[in-house]
């Protein structure tokens, strides 16, 4: 695979000494993926699925291409199983909120993990004072991983749905994803599955995996802002209620009556992100043109290089230490808090991210305020993480610690 051609792709890099190790927050966007919404909004711009117009015409076709594509991406049964939401977030806040209103009860409870991101914690937290609902966690284990066992541990016969992430934005630890599903079933509990980190360095086939629920960032898959998706079996789409009402999620309305539209409309109320969506596909084309059995084996390379090197840096402590750890180095240098570490590596052009990195539970859970993170996509190299490993150097040697 020929990264400098890859990095050639991406405008940010051109003319710019940046290093640039912040994909978990969000990754840069190719060309193609940026010339696709310039080129909709200048020569194809329309709303979809309410004109009779051409332009109309085009745009819903297109739409509904994009959506086509995701289902074979990650290999879905039918299209009508893909959601397009406004972002991750909302896709979660959905499901939390049509589950909670048809099926839960005072007293239930939803198992979630200790690595949860806030956006898979608040919604579900939201339906404690609403519904009486109980929250349990999942323990993470000293190497920053939950396993299946400790999953079974939590659950019991209140529990109605479980919610885990696919890879941790913090330790990088990859879930039994499929193990936990099939534990899940065998007690009759539905699963959501936050991919939001998962979907951008794994394979995913829903059918294999079999979750009820799937949720994927666009804008961290080399894709738009202010898209998600949400994947959902039928079954739970034509059983839960809608989640917003508008234009586009109807089929007839009386002064006395409301019936829906069919699948997936029924959840997609509104004007919805077009240009987002039409480019996304662009996003899928730009991932399958490398082949995600590529993407694995680069980021598994320079996760492995990554560790080695600080692992050797005297006083950088890696948070986390999983079997199995997705893109993301996380750590922590004795003696310098977090975001002056951020904040002096950016002088270098090396732009990571310092905080909880909306896990507040783990990083409490850890023991830690903050940590320092260098998260990886398919344009970083072995180069980055060297400079990465220098600027680290310099900023140990400002605040007078032993640098060797």
């Not at 000494?17 to 927050?25: E, F």
């Not at 749905?161 to 509990?189: D, F, M, R, Y």
Request: glycine share 6%; hydrophobic share 35%; net charge neutral.
């Amino acid at each position: 695979m020929n990264l400098s051609n890859i990095k050639k792709e991406f405008p940010i890099f051109k003319n710019k000494n940046l290093v640039y190790l912040d994909s978990a927050n969000s990754s840069q966007k190719p060309q193609s993926v940026i010339d696709r919404i310039n080129d909709f909004y200048s020569n194809e711009f329309s709303n979809v699925g309410r004109s009779v117009h051409a332009l109309s015409i085009a745009a819903t076709n297109n739409y509904e291409n994009t959506r086509i594509s995701v289902q074979k991406y990650i290999n879905a049964k039918s299209k009508d199983e893909i959601v397009f939401t406004k972002g991750a977030t909302e896709a979660i806040n959905l499901v939390a909120n049509t589950f909670g209103q048809k099926y839960l009860k005072e007293g239930d409870e939803i198992l979630l993990t200790e690595l949860e991101h806030h956006s898979n914690y608040v919604p579900w937290h939201y339906l404690r004072s609403l519904k009486g609902i109980k929250i349990r966690f999942a323990e993470v284990n000293e190497d920053g991983e939950v396993s299946v066992e400790s999953i079974a541990k939590k659950i019991t016969s209140n529990t109605k749905i479980i919610a885990v992430t696919h890879l941790s934005n913090v330790t990088g630890a990859i879930l039994p994803i499929k193990e936990i599903t099939e534990l899940a079933h065998s007690k009759g509990i539905p699963i959501l599955i936050d991919g939001c980190q998962g979907a951008p360095h794994l394979k995913l086939d829903m059918q294999d995996l079999d979750c009820d629920f799937y949720t994927i960032s666009c804008h961290k898959m080399y894709g738009p802002t202010g898209l998600g998706i949400l994947y959902a079996k039928k079954k739970w789409l034509e059983e839960l209620p809608p989640y917003q009402g508008g234009g586009g999620m109807i089929k007839e309305v009386k002064k006395n009556s409301i019936s829906y539209g069919d699948l997936p409309s029924k959840y997609e109320a509104g004007t919805m992100a077009t240009a987002q969506v039409v480019a996304f596909d662009q996003s899928i084309k730009f991932l399958e043109k490398i082949g995600m059995d590529n993407v694995i084996q680069h980021e598994k390379e320079l996760i492995n290089y990554g560790q080695e090197i600080l692992r050797k840096n005297n006083s950088v402590k890696l948070v986390g230490n999983p079997k199995k750890k997705g893109a993301v180095l996380s750590f922590t240098i004795e003696g310098i808090h977090p975001h002056d570490i951020a904040t002096i590596l950016d002088e270098d052009g090396v732009a990571i991210r310092a905080g909880h990195h909306c896990c507040q539970i783990l990083h409490e859970t850890l023991g830690m305020a903050a940590t320092a993170r260098a998260s990886l996509g398919i344009y970083n190299t072995k180069d980055d993480i060297d400079q990465l490993n220098s600027s680290i150097n310099k900023c140990k040697k400002i605040f007078n610690l032993k640098w060797i």
